[in-house]
């Protein structure tokens, strides 16, 4: 079956999209996102100004695409290490352990969705908060649940999981790839690190 012509001009259109936010993601990277520039948006993808807002409204819509998108992957890789079952402990493994190895492997990405939140209009702060919620309320919700079984034993679940969700958040902070730790290495880490976090029992 071949490709009809308003399926291949969808096709270049979502490709098109897709470049200019990896170009917005280098952009406001390298120089924030109050310095950059549409043009530097577009330069950076090889297309005209004019070009970028055929797809797009403004630098804030970028944005706010990346915001969003980076917000609902952490999501989705928290819900998906929860559901995999077993203990409290194990779960809470898997769940940092999917948080670190975001926030490195797509540490540029992170850095932007985490510090560039006050940019955002007011519509759209408000739905990539309620993002955050939901990702805070997941591990809230999974740190009171093993202090409720007695699997942990933190005297502070609200501080623990706080505590957990920082550490995450600042390895896009700081993580490039040619640190002394690969992804791994410290994903492993941070995942050991949050059992004793929590006070886990048979450590």
């Known amino acids: 079956m071949t ?6 001009n969808t096709s270049r259109a979502e490709a098109t ?12 990277a ?3 996102f109050h310095a950059t520039t549409t043009r530097d948006i577009a330069a950076a993808a090889g297309m005209s100004p004019a070009a970028l807002y055929m797809h797009h409204r403004s630098k804030e819509e970028l944005l706010y695409l990346i915001s969003r998108a980076g917000h609902e992957r952490v999501l989705m890789r928290m819900r ?6 077993g203990t409290p402990a194990e779960q809470l493994h898997r769940v940092v352990h999917a948080f670190a190895m975001h926030h490195t492997e797509r540490h540029t990405e992170a850095r932007i969705v985490n510090y560039e939140l006050t940019s955002l209009s007011p519509e759209h702060l408000v739905e990539v908060r309620k993002l955050r919620h939901e990702i805070e309320a997941e591990l809230r919700d999974l740190v009171d649940s093993g202090v409720a079984t007695g699997d942990f034993q933190t005297p502070d679940p609200r501080m ?8 995450g958040i600042d390895l896009a ?3 490039r790839e040619d640190t002394l730790w690969k992804p791994e290495d410290l994903a ?5 690190m949050a059992l004793r976090i929590v006070g886990a029992r048979n450590l």
């Open 3 to 8: 490709e009809t012509t308003d399926d291949a």
């Open 17 to 28: 999209r897709g470049r200019l936010l990896e170009a917005a993601v280098a952009a406001f």
């Open 30 to 32: 390298e120089k924030g």
């Open 80 to 85: 998906e290490a929860i559901a995999w079952g």
């Open 160 to 167: 623990a999981s706080a505590a957990l969700l920082s550490m």
């Open 173 to 175: 902070r700081w993580y």
């Open 188 to 192: 492993d880490g941070y995942a050991n």
